[in-house]
């Protein structure tokens, strides 16, 4: 079975002269104690579905959305910039090993599923104060599903689905754009 990938986040800058960079990053602050340390490697997608490991020497929480790394073979600020604006992914088991418990974030890659209807994988989680919003692809359209009482219906942890009751007309607002 082939390795599933997340993605977790971008490279959006270096810092100092030493080839540090800064992944900025979806995964909040949600995260096992220790866990962060025990990722040994991130993975770079530079042709689509070819990931390509990059071994973590360090890396620092340096706020909730960005991490500080420290990667094998960056010894210095031009080495670090040929990957700056780059997406970064990890393998789902190690995505997974990262969180506290079941974290909205665990969605991405779960596919949803309105009435029956399979609209897509979920892509990126974005959490507002009030509800949660699915970013998805849906007929070649960007989508967001929000995820309140009245639209999620089960989250099926197993078979990674996402079930919900979308309001009549939601998905056609976005088809006509």
């Known amino acids: 079975m082939a390795?599933?990938?997340?993605?977790i986040g971008r490279l959006v800058?270096?810092?100092?002269?030493?080839?540090?960079?800064i992944l900025e990053?979806?995964?909040?602050?949600?995260?096992?104690?220790?866990?962060?340390?025990?990722i040994k490697a991130i993975f770079i997608e530079p042709v689509k579905d070819?990931?390509?490991?990059?071994?973590?020497?360090k890396v620092?929480?340096?706020s909730k959305g960005e991490w500080l790394v420290k990667l094998e073979g960056t010894d210095s600020k031009e080495s670090a910039k040929l990957l700056i604006r780059?997406?970064?992914?990890l393998p789902r088991q190690d995505f997974d090993g990262l969180m506290d418990g079941f974290q909205p974030v665990a969605l991405i890659g779960y596919m949803v599923i309105n009435?029956?209807?399979?609209?897509s994988e979920v892509e990126e989680v974005i959490e507002q104060p009030h509800q949660i919003l699915l970013k998805i692809t849906y007929q070649e359209k960007e989508v967001l599903i929000p995820l309140h009482s009245e639209t999620l219906?089960?989250?099926?942890?197993?078979?990674?689905?996402?079930?919900?009751?979308?309001?009549?007309?939601?998905?056609?607002?976005?088809?006509?754009?």
């Open 115 to 119: 009435n029956g209807q399979i609209l």
């Open 50 to 57: 070819s990931y390509i490991p990059y071994f973590i020497e």
């Open 153 to 177: 219906k089960q989250v099926d942890q197993k078979g990674r689905k996402v079930l919900v009751d979308l309001p009549d007309g939601l998905l056609d607002i976005y088809l006509e754009m």
């Open 25 to 38: 990053h979806g995964v909040g602050e949600h995260i096992k104690s220790g866990a962060l340390q025990r």
């Open 86 to 89: 780059k997406n970064v992914w």
């Open 3 to 7: 390795t599933e990938y997340i993605q």
């Open 13 to 21: 800058a270096t810092h100092g002269i030493k080839g540090d960079l």
């Open 60 to 62: 620092t929480p340096r």
